[in-house]
């Protein structure tokens, strides 16, 4: 099982707060994503990394914006949270360069009220 | 950009019948790869192929690679209610696009 980490498991706030989703990983991983994700749908890409201080958007524009300090590291802030925000948000992490084989985190349901 | 189409969005089976999916590429991969999400859960990992033809089994789980690197498909024989949850397929086309594409994935439901 892969080491990668993400808090909160699950956040339920109001509209219009700042919340950070915090994603971590031991396994020395160059490359990070984060996935949004409504229950058993499918999975969409909305920021990924290729390592520190390097950060893309994915194929599903949001809202959120991210940051990569350390390669360990690579938290998703929303400025003021909506309800149409609400969703899973899955953190997963790869070798750069390889097969890309991706290991997720348990990821963090949030739910805007 | 490089599209990955999986069908079908959904499977509902008997406890014991096979369940097939199915997983197309525009583009041709460098490797595709299969990944199970159990309800409520995180998608996992399953395994990857690479070369053309390429055919690989887990226990009751077929995974297979076309000739021409551009589908794939996975079968599960005598299915059980522990293979429930959504499997998605992936391609990496390796060159220009270092990332990984995900299909739709299929919902699989197994009545007991």
């Known amino acids: 099982e892969a080491d990668i980490y993400q808090t909160p498991r699950y956040l339920v706030i109001g509209t219009g707060k700042k919340i950070t989703l915090e994603c971590s990983q031991t396994?020395?991983?160059?490359?990070m994503y984060w996935y949004q994700q409504d229950p058993g749908m499918e999975l969409h890409l909305i920021h990924y990394s290729y390592g520190v201080n390097s950060t893309e958007k994915g194929d599903l524009s949001s809202e959120s914006t991210v940051s990569r300090i350390r390669t360990e590291h690579f938290p998703l802030t929303l400025e003021s949270a909506r309800p149409s925000h609400t969703s899973q948000y899955l953190c997963?992490?790869?070798?750069?360069?390889?097969?890309?084989?991706?290991?997720f985190g348990p990821g963090t349901r949030l739910t805007v009220l | 950009g490089q599209q990955v189409m999986q069908i079908p969005q959904y499977q509902h089976v008997q406890e014991g019948e096979d369940f097939t999916t199915y997983c197309n590429s525009s583009?041709?991969?460098?490797?595709i790869q299969w990944y199970k999400q159990r309800p409520g859960g995180h998608p996992v990992f399953l395994i990857q192929?690479?070369?053309?033809?390429e055919v690989k089994k887990q226990k009751r789980l077929t995974f297979q690679f076309g000739e021409a690197k551009k589908n794939s498909s996975l079968h599960i024989t005598a299915t059980q209610t522990t293979d429930v949850g959504t499997y998605f397929c992936?391609?990496?086309?390796?060159?220009?696009?270092?990332?990984?594409?995900f299909g739709k994935g299929t919902k699989l439901s197994v009545i007991p």
């Open positions: 192929l690479v070369k053309s033809g």
């Open positions: 992936a391609g990496f086309s390796g060159a220009g696009s270092y990332q990984l594409t």
């Open positions: 583009t041709t991969l460098s490797n």
């Open positions: 997963a992490s790869s070798e750069l360069l390889t097969t890309d084989t991706q290991y």
């Open positions: 396994m020395g991983h160059d490359k």
